[in-house]
């Protein structure tokens, strides 16, 4: 697979980025020491990014699809407004069990509760209304979660779906990973959706923020 961007673009951004604090690096060293597929893990780069949208939003309840080891979930509760909180998601017990652990240790243990199970139960019974969404979990499963975050919306709610460029790999028709497939499918589906408006930011793996249409 060619690289999607210039070769050293990412490392300059990276470099030219707030770096994180030390909690936070220690959360990205335990998870690439500790966990399997510790890729799945935010970079610095994105984690900034989150954290201004939640800064400029000032959202007081934030939905992540997709916890890991809690990594995303700390740097956007950073930036949170008094009273604000993330909820955060997660189907696999290891992953949730180190997410709670670095949420205790963090300055911001009070600001992030982890729900266990299938994100599409959790969202069920989840009532809303959600400031921000940050979806991060199983690819095939986005437009799911799309139709069910889409009712519990707050007003000025935006949602960021994350990898949507799958490493490039949305550029080759012929491809046919079913998360290719997926991430295809929801990119087509999303600009084509005259309830919602996008862009698609080439950060990264690629991040989708959606809101809905003005009116
Ligand atoms: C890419 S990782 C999340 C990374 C994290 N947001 C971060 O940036 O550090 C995706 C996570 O979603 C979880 N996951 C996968 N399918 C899920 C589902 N159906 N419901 C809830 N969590 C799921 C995985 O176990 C994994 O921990």
């Not at 604090?21 to 220690?26: G, L």
């Not at 982890?114 to 959600?130: I, K, N, Q, S």
């Not at 499918?185 to 999303?190: E, K």
């Amino acid at each position: 697979m060619k690289p999607i961007t210039l070769p050293g673009i990412d490392e300059y951004a990276e470099a030219h980025t707030t770096p994180d604090p030390a909690f936070m690096r220690q959360i990205s060293e335990n998870t690439w020491r500790s966990l399997t597929d510790p890729q799945m893990i935010s970079g610095p780069s994105q984690a900034r990014f989150l954290q201004f949208l939640v800064y400029a939003l000032r959202p007081r309840q934030v939905l992540e699809i997709g916890t890991f080891s809690g990594y995303s979930a700390l740097a956007m509760a950073a930036a949170l407004p008094p009273g604000g909180h993330v909820l955060t998601c997660e189907i696999n017990d290891r992953h949730a069990a180190m997410a709670r652990d670095h949420i205790a240790r963090s300055p911001y243990a009070g600001r992030v509760t982890v729900e266990t199970g299938p994100a599409l139960e959790t969202l069920d019974r989840l009532p809303g209304p959600f400031d921000f969404v940050f979806m991060d979990a199983a690819k095939q499963e986005y437009l799911a979660c799309l139709e069910a975050v889409l009712p519990k919306l707050s007003e000025h709610a935006m949602i960021a779906a994350d990898n949507t460029l799958w490493n490039g790999e949305v550029l080759y028709e012929d491809d046919e990973d079913a998360d290719v497939v997926a991430l295809r499918a929801f990119n087509d589906a999303v600009v084509a959706d005259p309830r919602l408006e996008c862009v698609l930011v080439t950060l990264r793996d690629g991040v989708t923020l959606i809101r809905r249409a003005a009116r």
